[in-house]
């Protein structure tokens, strides 16, 4: 069984910053997922934002986030990061945690196998 749990999300203004993680607990070795992030804002689907590959060597980002966010891994913490800076209102949106087995990573949702519950990011204005 894997189960992914995130933390760090809450509520701050537009130009800050909050760091994202995500705790990885499973049978495999943390190192043999490739993991990613997306998000959901209201009354849209749940898009893309960044995902890394599995030594952390390869990571590729979404067009709204590139320049502002960072996703980083700790394979010895079972743990993937996710920093944003310089956040705006659009950014506000419910954050999901996911892994797949391979070691590439990839921005499409349906490669993912494993999800966490999500943690909200508010940016208010």
């Known amino acids: 069984q894997v189960q992914l749990v995130e933390s760090g999300g809450g509520l701050v203004q537009v130009g800050g910053s909050l760091r994202l993680s995500c705790v990885v607990s499973s049978g495999r070795f943390f190192s043999s997922y490739a993991l990613a992030w997306f998000r959901q804002a209201p009354g849209k689907e749940r898009e893309f934002v960044g995902a890394?590959?599995?030594?952390?060597?390869?990571?590729n980002y979404a067009d709204s986030v590139k320049g502002r966010f960072t996703i980083s891994r700790d394979n010895a913490k079972n743990t993937v990061y996710l920093q944003m800076n310089s956040l705006k209102p659009e950014d506000t949106a419910v954050y999901y945690c996911a892994a797949r087995v391979g070691s590439r990573s990839v921005p499409v949702e349906f490669n993912y196998d494993y999800w966490g519950q999500g943690t909200q990011v508010t940016v208010s204005s």
């Open positions: 890394i590959n599995w030594s952390g060597s390869s990571t």
